[in-house]
């Protein structure tokens, strides 16, 4: 069993930035692809992000594509996801989300989530 805790949430003005940590403790994190979902209210929840194991891989949804950078620090177990331009539209719950590439290809453990709130 893998254990995700986000921290780095909180409230930011629009256009500004924040920086969103993931600590997992799997014992052999870098076979683990992890990833970032995000939900706000009312809305269905949404890809963010995800990265491989090798940091080389990145994919991003087309809402945060250039605006966002996720990272990983295999040393450290924790992933990292970098906001800037910070749009209201981005105010969402952010989840963590990993999975063992060795036995599966969908993220199979979650994080409890950080808010996220963008005001204009």
């Known amino acids: 069993q893998v254990q995700l805790v986000e921290s780095g949430g909180g409230l930011v003005q629009a256009g500004g930035s924040l920086r969103l940590s993931c600590s997992a403790s799997?014992?052999?994190?870098?076979?683990?692809?992890m990833g970032w979902f995000r939900q706000a209210p009312g809305k269905e929840r949404e890809f963010v992000a995800e990265?491989?194991?090798?940091?080389?891989?990145?994919y991003y949804g087309d809402s945060v594509k250039g605006r966002f950078i996720i990272s990983r620090d295999n040393a450290k177990n924790t992933v990292y996801l970098q906001m800037n331009s910070l749009k209201r539209e981005d105010t969402a719950v952010y989840y963590c989300a990993a999975y063992n590439t060795v036995i599966s290809s969908k993220f199979d453990y979650w994080g409890q989530g950080t808010q996220v709130t963008v005001a204009s």
């Open positions: 990265i491989r194991r090798s940091s080389y891989n990145t």
């Open positions: 799997a014992r052999t994190f870098s076979n683990y692809a």
